[in-house]
Each structure stands twice: as structure tokens, then as C-alpha cells.
Nanobody, 115 residues
Framework: QVQLVESGGGLVQPGGSLRLSCAAS????????MAWYRQAAGKQREWVAQ???????GYAGSVKGRFTISRDNAKNTVYLQMNSLKPEDTAVYYC?????????WGQGTQVTVSS
């Protein structure tokens, strides 16, 4: 079974930066697309960013220019570099591994942007 473990969340001031990590178990990471989602309290879970197995990326309009998704296949890890953070970015951030047959979700890591 593939498992994902997110880390790197925490409290940061507006305008600050944070880097999230998502470590995947198993041998299928390098062949899989990865994505980050977030869910703020009382809101629907929303897509944030994605990266294909070949390294192509996409971003939600709300984070484009501020967040960067990347992957290190040697470490089976995907990252989300979050810059110029805003209070509206406060949410639980989830990592997702995507294959043609199933998706795997991590448990999430809390990001709080506040003074």
C-alpha cells in the first residue's frame, strides 16, 4: 500500500514563507503525478498545484506566482514552497498521489498564516 506523509506545516506571519513536504512510500512515486490540495475551515477542499511524472506543473490562480511545486524522485518526495503567504492561505494542506487506477491522500498538515 502506498502511504503519504505530509510535514512542514506550522504558524507563519503574513508575507512569510513555508515549505511543505510529502514523502511517499512504495516504488510508484516516480511514475505518478502529484498534487497539493487545501481545505480551510468551513470550506470545500480545493486544488492548489500539481506536478506530472515528467515535471510539468500547474497552479490555482490564487497561488500562482507565490507557490512552487517540485519533486525529488530520488527521495520519493514532493514539495510545496509557499512564499508571500496570506491569511487566506490558512488551511489544512493535503498531498495526493495520482495514478490511472487510484488516488492516494495524505493525512494533511496545518498551515496557519497570522500575525
Amino acid at each position: 500500500q502506498v502511504q503519504l506523509v505530509e510535514s512542514g506545516g506550522g504558524l507563519v506571519q503574513p508575507g512569510g514563507s513555508l515549505r511543505l513536504s510529502c514523502a511517499a512510500s512504495g516504488s510508484i512515486f516516480s511514475m505518478s503525478a502529484m498534487a497539493w490540495y487545501r481545505q480551510a475551515a468551513g470550506k470545500q477542499r480545493e486544488w492548489v498545484a500539481q506536478i506530472s511524472s515528467a515535471g510539468s506543473t500547474g497552479y490555482a490562480g490564487s497561488v500562482k506566482g507565490r507557490f512552487t511545486i517540485s519533486r525529488d524522485n530520488a527521495k520519493n518526495t514532493v514539495y510545496l514552497q509557499m512564499n508571500s503567504l496570506k491569511p487566506e492561505d490558512t488551511a489544512v494542506y493535503y498531498c495526493k498521489l495520482i495514478t490511472q487506477t487510484w488516488n492516494v491522500w495524505g493525512q494533511g498538515t496545518q498551515v496557519t498564516v497570522s500575525s
